[in-house]
């Protein structure tokens, strides 16, 4: 690999780390300030935001500048959000700037990588963006709960700097401003991150030839056979995966009176098993056998009912290893499909940006359905039980869909299938 790609990967972890302490951060500034209990699953959804109302700019604008000056700028939008919670901005604003800066992060982070690197080493690449992000989210919410905890907190409210007050008096404050160096370093990272001999793309100023362009690419890929089933099934797992964060932090305060600090181990518990169940899948499965995956769709619906009858912390530890598996074998496959039918229908960069769109629009909706739930005062064990419920009955309905196209297109299907069996998954 380049030297330039490990800086990339770099900046990618810590950038990715802050995102998944800030959570955790985010949700103890809440309870400490005793906001509504609806705000807290709002974080999830407002952070999801501009990733939905900018979809169809921000792959253009990562095209039309410098991608790793585009990571720059993105971190440095993340780091004002932090600043914003930090000096007494609401926290659902503050947080919905960081998704900004996500937001635009995201495509490029993996557009530089085509520009980088021969197409020999993409497969490998994405799995380090892959692993490192499983890794950031593990290490992350860990972390978070770790800066909010009665051991690190002190140490860092302890810091007292000469002729000057930040006004940094609380455990979730003195964490949101640890997680600022976070978007610092990766800041620092991006400045080193090499210029590609990739011509840019000059950004037009017609939104509505953007949106125009957007809609026709996303139009394509759920009109496709076989596209339409493994973006339905990608775009429910990162709904459900992006809220199951803060449903586990209600959950586990509920069930097992956990505090934050403690739930975000078990968090970090649902990950590990993401990660074995991603592998596993990655060794068994073919690209062309990835519809199979779909019934474990259902059971991850079960298994989110199934929370409400957990009650002893050890028997929780194994079930988020379970349930973590469950979504980490569904989502390989199906999202290797994706990728195959995008990149055939319209190129590697327009699909991830119609993925990136639909996934964060279903984060964005269940987390709009479940902070409702909580705002009209349903109890965690309900709100987690209709979600669950919800969940199921979709991934059901993608199933019979996928069978009925199966029977009524059943040479279309059978044509895209062999087209991708001779490619391994992942390629």
């Not at 959570?23 to 699953?41: C, D, F, K, N």
């Not at 690419?217 to 809220?243: E, H, M, P, Y």
């Not at 379970?322 to 499909?337: K, S």
């Amino acid at each position: 690999m380049k030297r330039g790609f490990y800086t990339i990967m770099s900046a990618q972890f810590f950038s990715s780390l802050a995102d998944n302490a800030l959570l955790v951060g985010a949700i103890e500034l809440l309870r400490s300030t005793h906001a509504p209990a609806w705000q807290i699953p709002a974080l999830t959804p407002m952070f999801a935001l501009f990733y939905v109302l900018l979809a169809p700019l921000v792959g253009a604008f990562a095209d039309a500048v410098p991608k790793g000056q585009v990571m720059f700028i993105s971190n440095t939008i993340k780091a004002v959000g932090c600043l914003l919670m930090l000096f007494g901005g609401h926290p659902l604003l503050s947080y919905a700037v960081v998704g900004l800066g996500a937001a635009a992060y995201s495509p490029a982070k993996y557009g530089i990588l085509t520009e980088l690197l021969p197409p020999s080493q993409l497969v490998k690449a994405n799995g380090w963006i892959e692993g490192l992000t499983i890794a950031s989210i593990i290490l992350g919410v860990l972390l978070g709960g770790q800066l909010i905890g009665g051991r690190v907190a002190p140490w860092l409210l302890g810091f007292d700097f000469p002729w000057f007050d930040f006004g940094v008096n609380t455990p979730p404050e003195a964490a949101i401003a640890a997680i600022i160096v976070l978007y610092v370093i990766a800041a620092v990272f991006n400045l080193y991150i090499p210029r590609t001999e990739a011509p840019l793309q000059p950004l037009t100023t017609n939104l509505l030839v953007l949106v125009a362009d957007f809609s026709q690419c996303n139009a394509r890929l759920w009109a496709d056979k076989l596209g339409q089933i493994s973006l339905a099934t990608t775009t429910l797992f990162w709904g459900v995966s992006g809220n199951l964060r803060v449903i586990v932090f209600a959950w586990a305060a509920a069930a097992l009176g956990y505090s934050t600090t403690q739930a975000s181990s078990l968090v970090g518990v649902v990950a590990i098993g993401t990660a074995i169940g991603a592998v596993v899948a990655a060794w068994l499965v073919r690209l062309d056998q990835a519809t199979k995956v779909i019934p474990l769709g259902v059971a991850m619906g079960v298994l989110v009912i199934g929370l409400n009858i957990i009650h002893q912390p050890w028997v929780a530890a194994p079930f988020m290893i379970l349930l973590g598996a469950a979504g980490g074998f569904l989502v390989v496959p199906m999202n290797a499909l994706l990728q195959h039918r995008g990149h055939n229908l319209m190129g590697a960069g327009r699909s991830i940006a119609v993925q990136n769109f639909n996934e964060q629009a279903a984060i964005l909706g269940l987390g709009a359905f479940y902070t409702g739930m909580t705002k009209v005062g349903l109890s965690a064990f309900v709100s987690i039980a209709v979600f669950g419920v919800a969940v199921t009955a979709t991934m059901a309905l993608i199933g019979r869909w996928h069978r009925s196209n199966s029977v009524r297109h059943r040479d279309e299907v059978e044509r895209l299938l062999v087209i991708a069996r001779s490619d391994k998954l992942g390629a």
